[in-house]
């Protein structure tokens, strides 16, 4: 009997080697039952138990694929541990590739030949993914306890090279759960008409959130003290023209890419001249107290259904520096899903949120959704529906 291999005599596996391994794996499975099928059912039809395993073969393969995309150095600059998280996404497709050469061997066995049982024919695969889990565990706990491990956003120079966009190092600081932004709030010469009848018909005020470390603000409104942090606000955006995005001031936040302050030290206000058409949708908070919702939904973080819509209004949703061209007198935005797979040189100035969200909805659709990794760690929602772990999203494509 083979004794188990020790964490102290695991060899070290990376990322690639451990996508591409887990691929061959997946191939040499499909190719074994193949092998099965031939031998012990040929010509007779194949049974359901057995074809149902192809499609969950094929969507583990799919989801390797997926991960092979991300462009490592690239995902280190903009999430925690990023090495790690892979890792941490690979683990759960293992179990699930042990539970299905299982279970496909079980078949056989009570089915078709009981000898199987000794003769073990899925056991080298068996072997070889149970030695992946160990190295994949113990790589994982090596970077978690890498002294050296840095913050992401502190590999992000300040300011990036003209040459190569970036995104805003507090942008990353705020996908990752550490907000520094100030808040100030908005004077009122800076309101627009509609901004004025929309306190005039709802009350509360707007905000600003501005970046401590670039020339980027966002204004938002808020209406309760309880939903005064931009994390907390109720305000959905969504435009006419792309219906199949929607996302709150947070998404804006995290895609901001660096813009440099003006000489002044002073950050005049430049509106969006083109005077586009904003829905702002108010949703119920998923923090406030049931008695303080507007809805009988209030309660159900997961019910983004029947929105109750504003007046269309002009809504802004960045500044810019003064003095300067009309391309860059719009707050830039970028794509992370598009930066991760190394293809942010056109992907990185979007002028505002509206052409962000024709790039979303062009490239990233219900049909092509970003990685689950990255919907996780964007809050990312399809069609309303998160992650387990995802109290509620900061965009939705639907």
């Given at each position: 009997m083979a004794m188990p291999v020790g964490d102290e005599d695991v060899l070290p596996i990376t990322i690639p080697e451990a996508l591409d391994s887990l691929a061959r794996v997946i191939v040499d499975i499909i190719r074994k039952n193949r092998t099965m099928v031939e031998y012990y059912i040929y010509p007779n039809e194949t049974p359901s138990e057995i074809e149902a395993y192809r499609p969950r073969l094929q969507v583990l393969y799919t989801r390797l694929e997926g991960l092979s995309a991300l462009d490592l150095p690239k995902l280190?600059?903009?999430?925690?541990?990023?090495?790690?998280?892979?890792?941490?996404?690979?683990?759960?497709?293992?179990?699930?590739?042990?539970?299905?050469?299982?279970?496909?061997?079980?078949?056989?066995?009570n089915h078709y030949d009981r000898d199987l049982e000794d003769r073990k024919p899925y056991n080298g695969v068996y072997t070889t993914l149970e030695y992946r889990e160990r190295q994949l565990k113990k790589f994982q706990a090596d970077q978690m306890r890498n002294p050296q491990r840095r913050l992401p956003e502190t590999l992000i120079p300040?300011?990036?090279?003209?040459?190569?966009?970036?995104?805003?190092?507090?942008?990353?600081?705020?996908?990752?759960?550490?907000?520094?932004?100030?808040?100030?709030?908005?004077?009122?010469?800076?309101?627009t008409s509609e901004d004025r009848e929309k306190l005039r018909n709802d009350g509360g005020a707007y905000l600003s959130w501005d970046c401590p470390g670039c020339a980027f603000k966002l204004k938002y409104h808020v209406l309760s003290s309880m939903a005064s942090n931009i994390q907390m606000t109720d305000d959905v955006r969504s435009h006419s023209s792309v219906p199949e995005v929607e996302y709150r001031p947070t998404w804006l936040v995290k895609c901001h890419v660096y813009q440099a302050k003006s000489r002044s030290g002073r950050d005049a206000l430049v509106w969006d001249d083109r005077r586009e058409s904003v829905t702002n949708i108010r949703r119920p908070s998923t923090i406030r107290r049931q008695s303080d919702a507007r809805s009988s939904h209030a309660s159900n973080p997961f019910f983004f259904g029947g929105p109750r819509r504003s007046k269309s209004e002009v809504v802004t949703d960045k500044y810019a520096t003064p003095n300067v061209t009309d391309r860059e007198t719009k707050a830039r935005y970028g794509c992370p899903f598009c930066f991760v797979t190394g293809r942010e040189y056109g992907h990185m100035d979007y002028r505002d949120g509206r052409e962000l969200a024709e790039h979303i909805a062009a490239r990233h659709h219900l049909g092509r959704p970003p990685n689950s990794l990255l919907l996780e760690k964007y809050m990312v929602g399809l069609s309303g529906r998160c992650a387990d772990n995802v109290r509620r999203w900061d965009l939705n494509i639907r």
């Open positions: 280190t600059l903009l999430v925690d541990d990023a090495a790690a998280l892979v890792s941490a996404f690979l683990l759960p497709t293992i179990d699930q590739l042990l539970n299905a050469v299982h279970g496909i061997q079980q078949i056989f066995i300040m300011p990036p090279k003209p040459t190569e966009p970036s995104f805003c190092r507090y942008a990353v600081a705020y996908t990752n759960h550490r907000d520094h932004g100030k808040l100030a709030q908005v004077m009122s010469e800076d309101l």
